[in-house]
């Protein structure tokens, strides 16, 4: 699909990779709907830049866990902008659940965001798609649905269902829809990290550095203009899955 003149929403839209992401397709030419959840002031600025570029946007706040908002942002959205062409899944809540507790509020927050989210807002986009015969939904996953992450239970049993989702989607939406995910890899680090913590993930790539969050908005564009790539998992990750081996023999 060529992005110019399609419609994106992405969600988390506002901050960090969402950001990028949004500004990216952008600048492809592609008008944009960015959904966030608490970051009004991130918003508007997000929003200014992608206008700046010189195509429409539209910020709508939206927690994507509870379904009555997700119904509202995608009613918005197709009346400003008659459809979504294109979906960015990229929100989630990147918080510690260790196992076992006593307090399940952290699952409940993590996976309502991480599951329950994408499978709301691409319940609501899909027929829209479906109807007008042409659609891409990326889905942003992450590394941790591949392999466990000490007291992140709830992050990595989201990002995997996101990619068991992604290969539902491509099946049941086909040949109409394309659904593809990214896996990223470190691309921006915790405010809490030290520069000692930075270097350290670094050096745990192939790489040897972090990625940045338009890396993962290059992914994103070649997935939405790949149009026989449907179904498919790219991680983007600087090597970091298979830096443990070359370590181990250095």
Do not use: C
């Not at 590394?143 to 290969?167: D, I, Q, T």
């Not at 491509?170 to 593809?180: G, K, Q, T």
């Not at 990223?184 to 405010?191: N, Q």
């Amino acid at each position: 699909m060529n992005p110019t003149g399609k419609t994106a929403l992405v969600t988390g839209g506002a901050v960090r990779v969402g950001k990028a992401i949004t500004l990216a397709l952008a600048a492809a030419g592609a008008n944009v709907v960015i959904n966030y959840n608490s970051s009004s002031q991130a918003a508007e600025e997000t929003l200014a830049e992608a206008r700046a570029l010189g195509v429409q946007a539209l910020a709508v706040q939206a927690d994507i866990s509870d379904l009555a908002q997700v119904e509202s942002m995608v009613e918005q959205a197709e009346q400003q902008f008659g459809g979504i062409d294109i979906l960015v899944n990229s929100a989630s809540l990147y918080k510690q659940s260790p196992f076992p507790t006593g307090d399940h509020r952290a699952w409940h927050l993590v996976t309502g965001i991480g599951i329950d989210g994408p499978y709301y807002v691409t319940n609501a986009i899909a027929p829209g798609m479906l109807g007008r015969g042409e659609g891409v939904i990326v889905n942003i996953a992450d590394l941790s649905g591949l392999e466990p992450w000490p007291n992140y239970l709830a992050h990595a049993v989201s990002k995997a269902a996101l990619m068991a989702m992604n290969r539902q989607w491509a099946l049941e939406l086909a040949p109409a829809v394309r659904v593809n995910a990214i896996a990223p890899g470190p691309v921006l680090a915790p405010i809490e990290y030290s520069p000692e913590v930075v270097e350290s993930v670094a050096n745990m790539t192939l790489l040897k550095r972090w990625g940045t969050p338009e890396d993962i908005a290059e992914a994103v564009l070649f997935f939405v203009r790949a149009d026989y790539v449907t179904g498919e998992l790219l991680a983007v990750d600087g090597g970091e899955r298979f830096g443990h081996r070359k370590h181990g023999y250095e």
